[in-house]
T-cell receptor
Framework: KNQVEQSPQSLIILEGKNCTLQCNYTVSPFSNLRWYKQDTGRGPVSLTI?????NTKSNGRYTATLDADTKQSSLHITASQLSDSASYICVVSRMNNAGNMLTFGGGTRLMVKP | IAGITQAPTSQILAAGRRMTLRCTQD?????MYWYRQDLGLGLRLIHYSNTAGTTGKGEVPDGYSVSRANTDDFPLTLASAVPSQTSVYFC????????????FGPGTRLTVL
């Protein structure tokens, strides 16, 4: 079964601290993996896309890694800010006859406190 | 309009009533999607359309219908709403010729009593 599991479900950190969010998946055949940020009351917005077997990509204070061998990805946030408070959703894409199909994780809800 | 919009923002609906959620995008994306998001669950695909004039069923299509008469609009209809359809509904669009990044609307919060 195609699944995406994220951990932790929720996380509270102090402003300025770092944190790492995890994503494990069983989606096959793998096409790519995206991390989305969803602010409260808003739709998700893509942060980064991971496509290669062992891949690291940065977007400002966000760094995502992918290990397609172990089917794991992580999102590391450096020097957190209050505006980082949001849900972070891992989305894995696979190809089938209907095209590009997405499987969404349940998200990690991050709260950054002053 | 810039991007993708949804209407209404929120709605309270009596069970058994018919409801249409509207979605419009101005990015000329060929593909559009409807998802529902429930607490503790990931976004689940209801219906999708890869191009105007075609639609397909997603993971949870029962009780919902869609149409894609043109590129810009993708309405979602609940023919006879039930309380289990209480959720936040997100519309999204993507350009299938430029990868699979989906751009999401702001969502519609629907409560069925």
């Amino acid at each position: 079964k195609n699944q995406v599991e994220q951990s932790p479900q929720s996380l509270i950190i102090l402003e300025g601290k770092n944190c790492t969010l995890q994503c494990n998946y069983t989606v096959s055949p793998f096409s790519n993996l995206r991390w989305y940020k969803q602010d409260t009351g808003r739709g998700p917005v893509s942060l980064t896309i991971m496509t290669f077997s062992k891949n690291t990509k940065s977007n400002g204070r966000y760094t995502a890694t992918l290990d397609a061998d172990t089917k794991q990805s992580s999102l590391h946030i450096t020097a957190s800010q209050l505006s980082d408070s949001a849900s972070y959703i891992c989305v894995v894409s696979r190809m089938n006859n209907a095209g590009n199909m997405l499987t969404f994780g349940g998200g990690t809800r991050l709260m950054v406190k002053p | 309009i810039a991007g993708i919009t949804q209407a209404p923002t929120s709605q309270i609906l009596a069970a058994g009533r018919r409801m249409t959620l509207r979605c419009t995008q101005d990015m000329r994306h060929n593909a559009m999607y409807w998802y529902r998001q429930d607490l503790g669950l990931g976004l689940r695909l209801i219906h999708y359309s890869n191009t105007a004039g075609t639609t397909g069923k997603g993971e949870v299509p029962d009780g919902y219908s869609v149409s894609r008469a043109n590129t810009d609009d993708f309405p979602l209809t609940l023919a006879s709403a039930v309380p289990s359809q209480t959720s936040v509904y997100f519309c999204a669009s993507s350009d299938l010729n430029r990868g699979n990044e989906q751009f999401f609307g702001p969502g519609t919060r629907l409560t069925v009593l």
